[in-house]
């Protein structure tokens, strides 16, 4: 037997792991053991993390549950990530028929992204495998997203909705925290297609309300530094959020300038409207 192979068997006989993957960094090149790291590593760090995270935000909701939520939000909690994908899915997620073709290659409210690129984007993370997911991850926010919308950029109005159609259901990413993070995410990037093609919708209470308290503490949102000082009072549902000069309107218009989107800011009225509007370069 040569030695390489004797050590590994010595290593599994002593039944310990730590032994075999010191020897087995041994045996690999120095390439191939870069390529170990990163495969292994990336995905426990990511696990750690969102449990990490996860657990914190999740107590937050629940006292923020308690606080804030109304009859009608209490309604949609069990079990969330059953009931979310048939009766939270965005709209245009369950669309029978596209929208004109010229349409698709509108501009959006996402900087340089037109239709098409938004309802790419909306399902690219669907169904990713730990180590795909990370790899995507690695490149940073803005380009795990590109990189996703990459991936389908080729694709006709008609094959992306019957993608769309697919992946009614969230799943991998997407399915986190219960479905909070598909249904967020939709429901802005919905907003972002429908405000510049002048086509407004009303979107249901229960969706909006669960929404707006996710946004609030969504890292890739980015709300906290926009909103910090301010009180939000959504006049159409009845919540609010925050202590300060009071920033009223739509909850939707609050949903969409906590996302960073300044066009929403006319539909808003109150004492904080102008620093809002300066936090967002409007």
């Given at each position: 037997m040569a030695p390489g192979r004797f050590a590994v068997v010595h290593a599994l006989s002593a039944t310990s792991w730590a032994t075999v993957l010191t020897t087995a960094g041994h045996l690999l090149s120095a390439g191939a053991r870069e390529r170990l790291t990163f495969a292994l590593g990336v995905p426990v760090v990511l696990v750690v993390g969102i449990g990490v995270g996860g657990a914190i935000l999740l107590r937050r909701f629940?006292?923020?549950?308690?606080?804030?939520?109304t009859p009608e939000e209490r309604t949609w909690r069990e079990p969330m990530s059953r009931r979310w994908p048939a009766r939270n899915a965005p709209t245009w997620r369950s669309s029978s028929t596209p929208s004109p073709p010229a349409e698709w290659d509108a501009p959006t409210l996402c900087t340089g992204w037109r239709v098409r690129d938004v309802v790419a984007h909306t399902i690219s993370y669907d169904g990713l495998r730990p180590l795909a997911l990370a790899r995507r991850l690695a490149a940073g926010p803005t380009g795990a997203n590109e990189a996703g919308v990459a991936e389908l950029r080729d694709r006709t109005p008609c094959e992306l909705v019957a993608l769309v159609r697919e992946r009614l259901t969230p799943r991998g990413l997407t399915a986190g925290f219960g479905g909070r993070i598909a249904l967020t995410d939709g429901l802005i990037h919905h907003q972002d297609i429908r405000r510049p093609l002048g086509r407004p919708r009303a979107v249901p209470a229960g969706r909006l309300v669960t929404a707006l308290e996710f946004a609030r503490f969504a890292p890739p949102?980015?709300?906290?530094?926009?909103?910090?000082?301010?009180?939000?009072?959504?006049?159409?549902?009845?919540?609010?959020?925050?202590?300060?000069?009071?920033?009223?309107?739509?909850?939707?218009?609050?949903?969409?300038?906590?996302?960073?989107?300044?066009?929403?800011?006319?539909?808003?009225?109150?004492?904080?409207?102008?620093?809002l509007a300066a936090r967002l370069g409007s």
């Open positions: 629940r006292r923020g549950d308690r606080t804030r939520s949102i980015g709300a906290r530094s926009r909103i910090r000082g301010l009180t939000l009072l959504a006049t159409d549902i009845g919540w609010r959020t925050g202590t300060g000069p009071a920033v009223a309107g739509p909850g939707e218009a609050l949903l969409m300038v906590m996302a960073g989107r300044a066009d929403a800011v006319t539909g808003l009225s109150g004492p904080g409207v102008d620093v």
